[in-house]
């Protein structure tokens, strides 16, 4: 028989691991399927703890009111069945609704109606969590003793019951609290055993998505440290505490991608059994299968619920493949023996990435300030910025300007500018400068910014320019990659593909090898490596100057140590083919395709069409590209947007970039907007000019290519030449 009240049951708890590690959307979707069944058999205890947990996953998205619905029709049903200890569940809940809505003594009302019946129950977890939240509710009326009073009773009932995660709250509210009385030294000794049960929290999280999805919930906590750190080391200059929160960033930035690599190192596949990464593979597949369905859908054609149906599909197999990958981490031998690498401290920066000729700056945007650290060799120089606010202010309005407008100069960048090099313009020094950008920072092309002295001289003039997650992850790539055998040919060039019905060599097998386009056609000139974004299909124009730039590319290395795919060759099955990591560089000139929710649907868009004529899956996605072998020296994304993704808080941009340093690559070019097709052709050609014939590494390289663009007079504005970024190891 079917039992579906255990089924209730079940999802709801499935509902409440989801929501505990931050993916509230998917256990909204869970405790929405036990609702009904719940009801169907008349369990009105189980209906009152559905319809409570429902209620915070809404009040955690902010969707106060609908939360306050939810527990007002749980209360009265947990009152029905007497059960006093989900009523005070409820009343806790519906305090801490009216505490966020700015009603303190309603809120206070609330949950002193929680507190007698948490403790009749004997509810210890309980009496401590609603003891926190009176403190909470008490501190923002300023009422710090009476708040410090009720934290105090709340942390040892936390000990008591081992609630690792309500004691790091409760430490965290107390060092809240004891740093706006100026007692800031009680304060850290709070705030630094809060971190290391966020750190031990985090390791206990499943590896992946939820993990990532966890760390993103509690980076309020890593803010706070750094900020007391900062504090003291303004009263203390000299106790290294600069240092300190310099690790502490370190600490809580790019963690999942750090792990990543180590995975792709320890190659945790292996000797897993290989019905599980059949599994693996034909999920893929069928998630593969779904996305073209529903881009040639969009091309004709649709209804809105044809589209709803298939997205739905498409997150089921996306949940399921995080699941098995998950699955797949845990029967792992390899897995089980592996060591995560650890967030690098001040000392370790110095000695494992830096090197006489680097200056590391790594920013730390914060809601009250901002910080800049200025690293060398041998010092450290912390800066103090204004908040994230006023940075975006003025960030995302030039950000546009370059991303949009082909008359945008090198001075529209001075206010941001100023912000961000002035401070610590005494020691550029004509370095190389390697950048760790926060939020909104990661989209801007810092080589691209001016000498804040020379507001028509972009910093590109004085400095090679590189990016990067954390600096612990170029340390940790180099130790990985060290002793790694170099791929035995030059290059293989990916270029034109097909992506339109109506595309004229559809009808003709007669290449245009030997007709490029004209540079003085305007129309061509114009066009973009446009950005396909969310479910409909985006206009996928050829892109004939990527063949021009293949050609020129090509013609630079030996015959026999290149490849070059062009019109239906440049296909996903070339690209996913295992004689691929046979190339120290592979190059895609193409349309990029980024998914601004899930990263999953990123990707690259190469031949629509088979030779035949027939509608062939050209999307090379993100899930895709984490299942390539490229041990490649350098990966170049010659496409729209390829550097950015999903902003993920803790981890910074979720895109291609680490799927492809997952396969392999050493160092990654990307761009940050849409890109010209003719310029990028003409920087294309003069970087591998620089990289062949001059023998110059990638970052010179790039860097002396972007010279040659901006001082050319047709392609000086940044737009044509500065989205091109360099991610990965320099050397």
């Known amino acids: 028989m079917e039992d579906r009240g255990g089924e209730a049951a079940t999802l709801n708890n499935i509902g409440l691991v989801y929501s505990d590690l931050g993916e509230k959307q998917t256990a909204l979707d869970y405790y929405n399927q036990a609702l009904p069944l719940y009801r169907a058999v008349e369990d009105r205890g189980g209906e009152a703890t559905t319809l409570n947990n429902i209620g915070l996953v809404y009040d955690s998205l902010g969707e106060k009111q609908t939360a306050l619905d939810y527990y007002n029709q749980a209360l009265p049903l947990y009152r029905a069945v007497e059960d006093r200890g989900g009523e005070a569940t409820t009343l806790n809940n519906i305090g801490l609704v009216y505490d ?264 730390y945007l914060g809601e009250e300030r901002s910080f800049l650290w200025a690293v060398t060799k041998d010092s450290i120089t912390s800066y103090i910025l204004p908040n994230s606010t006023e940075i975006e202010a003025v960030a995302t309005p030039y950000r546009e300007a370059i991303n949009l407008d082909n008359t945008t100069t090198v001075a529209q960048g001075l206010a941001l500018s100023e912000i961000l090099i002035a401070p610590v313009v005494n020691q550029l020094n004509n370095q190389r400068l390697l950048i760790v950008a926060d939020g909104i920072l990661q989209f801007i092309p810092f080589a691209a910014l001016p000498i804040p002295s020379q507001p028509d001289t972009p910093l590109l003039v004085e400095h090679e320019i590189v990016t990067a997650s954390s600096a612990t992850l170029i340390a940790n790539q180099r130790e990985q990659l060290a002793n790694r055998p170099t791929a035995a040919k030059a290059v293989a060039v990916i270029a034109d593909p097909i992506f339109e019905s109506n595309d004229p060599r559809l009808n003709s097998q007669i290449s245009s090898e030997n007709n490029p386009p004209s540079l003085d056609n305007l129309a061509l000139a114009r066009a973009t490596r446009s950005l396909g974004l969310g479910d409909t299909a985006p206009q996928l124009n050829r892109l004939e100057y990527s063949r021009l730039e293949a050609q020129n590319i090509a013609e630079l290395f030996p015959e026999n140590e290149r490849i070059k795919a062009l019109d239906f060759e440049a296909s996903r099955y070339l690209a996913t083919h295992p004689n691929l990591s046979q190339y120290q560089i592979i190059h895609f000139a193409t349309h990029g395709l980024i998914h601004p929710v899930n990263p999953e649907l990123s990707g690259l868009v190469l031949s629509l069409f088979n030779p035949q004529g027939e509608s062939d899956n050209g999307f090379l996605r993100l899930n895709d590209i984490f299942n390539l072998n490229l041990p490649a020296e350098l990966v170049v994304l010659s496409a729209c947007q390829t550097g950015l993704g999903r902003e993920v808080r803790g981890e910074g941009l979720v895109g291609l970039t680490r799927g492809f340093m997952y396969a392999g690559a050493r160092r990654v070019v990307v761009s940050l907007w849409n890109v010209n097709d003719l310029a990028t052709s003409q920087l294309m050609t003069r970087f591998y000019q620089q990289m062949l014939n001059e023998n110059q590494p990638p970052i010179i390289a790039l860097r002396q290519a972007q010279l040659e663009m901006w001082n050319s007079g047709q392609w000086q504005s940044p737009y044509y030449w500065g989205a091109f970024t360099i991610q990965g190891d320099w050397r």
Do not use: W
């Not at 069928?286 to 054609?301: D, K, S, V």
């Not at 098995?324 to 089980?336: D, E, F, H, K, M």
């Open 100 to 363: 966020s809505l700015g009603e303190k003594q309603t809120a206070l009302d609330y949950l002193n109606q929680a507190l007698p019946l948490r403790r009749a129950v004997e509810d210890r977890g309980g009496e401590a969590g609603t003891l926190n939240n009176i403190g909470h509710v008490y501190s923002d009326l300023g009422e710090k003793q009476t708040a410090l009073d009720y934290y105090n009773q709340a942390l040892p009932l936390r000990r008591a019951v081992e609630d690792r995660r309500g004691e790091a709250t409760t430490l965290t509210n107390m060092a809240s609290l004891q740093r706006s009385q100026g007692e800031l030294t009680e304060a850290l000794v709070n705030m630094e055993k809060a971190i290391n049960l966020t750190e031990e929290l985090r390791s206990l999280a499943p590896p992946g998505e939820l993990r990532q999805t966890f760390f993103s919930t509690v980076q309020d906590r890593y803010q706070l440290y750094i900020e007391l750190l900062m504090e003291l080391h303004q009263q203390n200059p000299q106790k290294g505490y600069d240092a300190l929160a310099f690790h502490a960033s370190e600490r809580s930035r790019a963690r999942s991608l750090l792990e990543l690599l180590a995975e792709a190192g320890a190659n945790i596949r292996e000797g897993v059994d290989p019905q599980l990464l059949q599994q693996e593979q034909s999920l893929i597949q069928q998630h593969n299968a779904i996305e073209h369905q529903r881009h040639e859908l969009t091309r004709g054609q649709f209804t809105t619920a044809q589209i709803d149906a298939l997205t739905t599909q498409s997150q089921s197999l996306i949940n399921q493949l995080n699941q098995l990958q998950t699955q797949i981490r845990v029967v792992s031998p390899n897995y089980a023996n592996l060591q995560y690498p650890q967030p690098l401290n001040l000392e370790q920066v110095q000695q494992q990435v830096l090197d006489d000729d680097t200056l590391l700056l790594q920013y």
